[in-house]
């Protein structure tokens, strides 16, 4: 499709992903798409932002990940707003990486107001250099996975919005919040039509651990909700 296209398949990247306030899950499958800040703004429906402050300079963006969460940020952002303390992950068709107008940056895309971003081939391979330095220098060991940034902060910036078709699936914490999300979105709100699966999966949602595993070149487990 293009050289990023053939870089990400070369590396093994399976997914994006994005995460977003639970309460959030029935404003996206209503209106079929998840929208950038600048969209959100000119509607009317509910819905409540991850990121007020929009720092990195991009609001027509979506900030993304590649293969799991910025858990670092989920972390920040869930103290930020304790009324609302269940969250949940999308998880995105990796081919958005080659839309036109996605944007890269080696590190959290907030940093320096947004002066790491760029688009291309070169900033795409930049979130996989030998040593990358943000907030702090981290450097790729014999055990880093080819599909894993190497700052865990990495991000990916894609135009907004996003058609729910390129959803696969929605990661929850717990058994718990997915049978919570599956009634209120399947029974209550007669969603069940276009939810996309529902997987728990406790690590993506613990920065430390889902660092040290993925850095060791080992994938969290992942359980698929049955009803």
């Known amino acids: 499709m293009n050289e990023i296209w053939a870089e990400a398949q070369r590396r093994g990247i399976t997914r994006l992903c994005h995460f977003t306030k639970s309460a959030n899950l029935a404003h996206i499958l209503a209106t079929g798409e998840i929208r950038d800040a600048v969209t959100l703004r000119a509607s009317t429906e509910g819905f409540r932002p991850t990121d ?19 858990t670092w940020y989920l972390d920040r ?9 269940e969250w949940a992950i999308l998880t995105l068709d990796p081919v958005l990486l080659t839309l036109p107008g996605a944007k890269f940056c080696p590190y959290n895309a907030a940093r320096g107001l947004g002066g790491g ?15 990358v330095s943000g907030n702090a220098t981290r450097t790729r060991t014999a055990r880093h996975p080819g599909w894993w940034p190497t700052d865990d902060q990495a ?8 058609p729910l078709s390129h959803v696969h699936s929605v990661i929850v914490k717990d058994a718990e919040q997915a049978k919570l999300e599956h009634y209120r979105l399947t029974q209550h709100l007669d969603m069940g039509a276009v939810l996309p699966p529902l997987i728990i999966a406790p690590a993506l949602f613990d920065k430390y651990l889902l660092s040290q595993t993925v850095r060791a070149g080992r994938r969290p487990a992942e359980l698929a909700f049955v009803p």
Do not use: K, M, Q, W
Not at 60 to 69: A, G, K, L, Q, R
Not at 77 to 85: K, S
Not at 155 to 162: A, D, H, N, Y
């Open 77 to 85: 952002a869930r103290t930020e707003d304790p009324h609302f303390r």
């Open 52 to 70: 007020l402050a929009r720092l990195d300079g991009y609001p027509n963006h979506i900030n993304c990940s590649v293969e799991y969460p910025n």
């Open 117 to 131: 971003i760029r688009s291309g081939f070169a900033a795409f391979t930049s979130l996989f250099e030998a040593s």
């Open 155 to 162: 991000e990916v910036l894609l135009p907004g919005p996003i």
